[in-house]
């Protein structure tokens, strides 16, 4: 695996300026009950600022559950955590604030144009007018989306989409972002155009970045360090390749997930986890 390098916060613009060199994110003990089940239980990581940082793990292990306490939009039940510097549960509009999300669920509107999407994006986030402009631009071209600006998105490819989605995270140039399983349902030409554009996003702003997935490939190509997830606790935290290491010779991260919970690992998850899985490979086909 490529090395990758903790300088890439140093080297971005304004993305990561306010949080200097503290981690991007911490939790700490943090955890989240729904009755009886623990979907999140305890967990404490740090990711550094201007990382590309992987929760790894099967449907059902938690994953969605920590972004949406990352992210602001569930309460934590216990624990406690702090992204670009503010508590989620203290200081939830500094968070929102600072952050960009990409969520599993379609997040672009079909009736409009990929210019049109941004446009409305750029206004939700209080781009002054001046811009606005620019800012679109900028963030086409970032994605490989210019020459289909005005396009509208009901015909662009699953691909096409989630590039878009990517966009209109980024226009106002978060600290930290936010991808929740960010290419499911993609063949394999759009997965790696997607993570791509992952890269270039840290490469020109700085930014950390903290996605989920259950692919293995994808959390070994993208990832500086991946923790990973079982039954709602972080079983590892370390750079794909150390964890391989430990795990034996010549072992893969599926033998990483197998070596540190004792099982192989399953991204069949709950009824409803299957459900919205498949919603999600739909609408990106």
């Given at each position: 695996?490529?090395?990758?390098?903790?300088?890439?916060?140093?080297?971005?613009?304004?993305?990561?300026?306010?949080?200097?060199?503290?981690?991007?994110?911490?939790?700490?003990?943090?955890?989240?009950?729904?009755?009886?089940?623990?979907?999140?239980?305890?967990?404490?990581?740090?990711?550094?600022?201007?990382?590309?940082?992987?929760?790894?793990?099967?449907?059902?292990?938690?994953?969605?559950?920590?972004?949406?306490?990352?992210?602001?939009?569930?309460?934590?039940?216990?624990?406690?955590?702090?992204?670009?510097?503010?508590?989620?549960?203290?200081?939830?509009?500094?968070?929102?604030?600072?952050?960009?999300?990409?969520?599993?669920?379609?997040?672009?509107?079909?009736?409009?144009?990929?210019?049109?999407?941004?446009?409305?994006?750029?206004?939700?986030y209080g781009?002054?007018?001046?811009?606005?402009?620019?800012?679109?631009?900028?963030?086409?071209?970032?994605?490989?989306?210019?020459?289909?600006?005005?396009?509208?998105?009901?015909?662009?490819?699953g691909g096409?989409?989630?590039?878009?989605?990517?966009?209109?995270?980024?226009?106002?140039?978060?600290?930290?972002?936010?991808?929740?399983?960010?290419?499911?349902?993609?063949?394999?030409?759009?997965?790696?155009?997607?993570?791509?554009?992952?890269?270039?996003?840290?490469?020109?702003?700085?930014?950390?970045?903290?996605?989920?997935?259950?692919?293995?490939?994808?959390?070994?190509?993208?990832?500086?360090?991946?923790?990973?997830?079982?039954?709602?606790?972080?079983?590892?935290?370390?750079?794909?390749?150390?964890?391989?290491?430990?795990?034996?010779?010549?072992?893969?991260?599926?033998?990483?997930?197998?070596?540190?919970?004792?099982?192989?690992?399953?991204?069949?998850?709950?009824?409803?986890?299957?459900?919205?899985?498949?919603?999600?490979?739909?609408?990106?086909?």
């Amino acid at each position: 695996m490529t090395a990758r390098h903790d300088g890439a916060a140093a080297g971005g613009a304004g993305a990561t300026a306010g949080i200097a060199r503290a981690a991007a994110i911490r939790t700490e003990g943090l955890t989240r009950r729904f009755r009886e089940l623990v979907a999140v239980d305890r967990v404490s990581f740090e990711v550094r600022a201007g990382e590309i940082f992987g929760l790894l793990g099967p449907n059902g292990a938690g994953k969605s559950t920590m972004i949406k306490m990352l992210t602001t939009l569930l309460p934590p039940t216990g624990g406690r955590a702090r992204v670009a510097g503010f508590d989620v549960a203290r200081e939830p509009t500094q968070v929102r604030r600072h952050i960009g999300y990409v969520p599993q669920a379609l997040s672009a509107d079909g009736a409009l144009s990929g210019y049109e999407n941004l446009l409305v994006s750029s206004k939700l986030y209080g781009l002054a007018r001046r811009e606005r402009r620019r800012r679109i631009t900028d963030a086409l071209e970032l994605v490989g989306l210019a020459g289909a600006a005005h396009q509208l998105v009901r015909h662009y490819s699953g691909g096409m989409i989630r590039r878009l989605e990517v966009a209109q995270a980024m226009l106002h140039r978060p600290a930290v972002l936010f991808m929740d399983e960010p290419t499911v349902g993609l063949d394999p030409v759009a997965r790696r155009a997607v993570w791509e554009h992952v890269r270039r996003l840290r490469e020109m702003w700085g930014t950390t970045i903290l996605l989920t997935t259950h692919y293995m490939d994808e959390a070994d190509d993208l990832a500086d360090r991946v923790a990973v997830m079982h039954q709602g606790r972080v079983a590892a935290v370390d750079a794909p390749a150390e964890l391989k290491r430990a795990a034996g010779q010549g072992a893969t991260l599926d033998d990483v997930f197998a070596h540190f919970t004792g099982a192989a690992i399953e991204t069949g998850g709950t009824y409803r986890d299957v459900l919205r899985a498949r919603r999600t490979a739909r609408r990106l086909s």
